[in-house]
């Protein structure tokens, strides 16, 4: 089962940021945060992940709590291509370990 | 870089009716994972291969789902006999085996079972 959990869908307005938040308190201290996306009718796409420093890449951002129960991704100029399904999984970072996927946010951007 | 390849991208059966995916990881890929995604659900994994071995099958339903990866490289999923809860999106991705590595995935094949 998904050690995560994400509202089901948002909406966010074009051009402003997205922020999701995701929950997981059950987190354990070798476990990291990894965010994927899955535009429809695509196979889901890394995003960023982080331990307990917040992260940016060329994607997005990600925020992780003190105590690293909780985390936000932000999207920070939210276009219309991104609106997908995200996905916020917690794993071991290890190139063999697979992914727990839950039902993720459903973000819909809106023009 | 090439992507994930699969094929075919969607296929129609009815039930009790065979049927097989293949799957093209990235080039020097060692790990190679399916998985089945059912509609308005995340994706579920089914099997993950390192190279040419099955590193865990655990959730992969044995009595009528089997997959290869004879020579390291591609994959091969089959179902057979198929049932109507088998429709769903079987997505295979890969990665490079240790350290940290993001799973590339594939299109996905869509399979619809009648």
């Known amino acids: 089962d998904a050690k995560t959990t994400q509202p089901p869908s948002m909406d966010c307005a074009e051009g402003r940021a997205a922020n999701l938040p995701c929950n997981h308190s059950?987190?354990?201290?070798?476990?990291?945060v990894y965010w994927y996306r899955q535009i429809h009718s695509q196979g889901p796409q890394y995003i960023i992940h982080g331990l307990k420093n917040n992260e940016t890449n060329e994607m997005a951002s990600l925020i992780i709590t003190e105590d690293r129960k909780s985390s936000t991704l932000i999207l920070p100029h939210a276009t219309l291509r991104d609106t997908a399904v995200y996905y916020c999984?917690?794993?071991?970072?290890?190139?063999?370990?697979?992914?727990?996927f839950g039902k993720g946010t459903r973000l819909s951007v809106i023009a | 870089e090439a992507g994930v390849a699969q094929s075919p991208r969607y296929k129609i059966i009815e039930k009790r009716q065979s049927v097989a995916f293949w799957c093209n990881p990235i080039?020097?890929?060692?790990?190679l994972y399916w998985y089945q995604q059912i509609l308005g659900q995340g994706p579920k994994l089914l099997i993950q291969?390192?190279?040419?071995?099955?590193?865990?099958d655990s959730q992969l339903p044995k009595d009528r789902f089997s997959a290869e990866r004879l020579k390291g490289v591609d994959s091969t999923l089959k179902i057979q006999p198929a049932k109507l809860e088998d429709s769903a999106v079987y997505l295979c991705?890969?990665?490079?085996?240790?350290?940290?590595?993001?799973?590339?995935f594939g299109p996905g094949t869509r399979l619809l079972v009648l």
């Open positions: 291969f390192q190279n040419n071995g099955v590193v865990d």
């Open positions: 059950t987190i354990s201290g070798n476990e990291y």
């Open positions: 999984i917690v794993r071991l970072n290890s190139g063999n370990t697979p992914l727990v």
């Open positions: 991705a890969s990665n490079i085996a240790g350290g940290w590595s993001a799973q590339y």
């Open positions: 080039s020097g890929h060692a790990t």
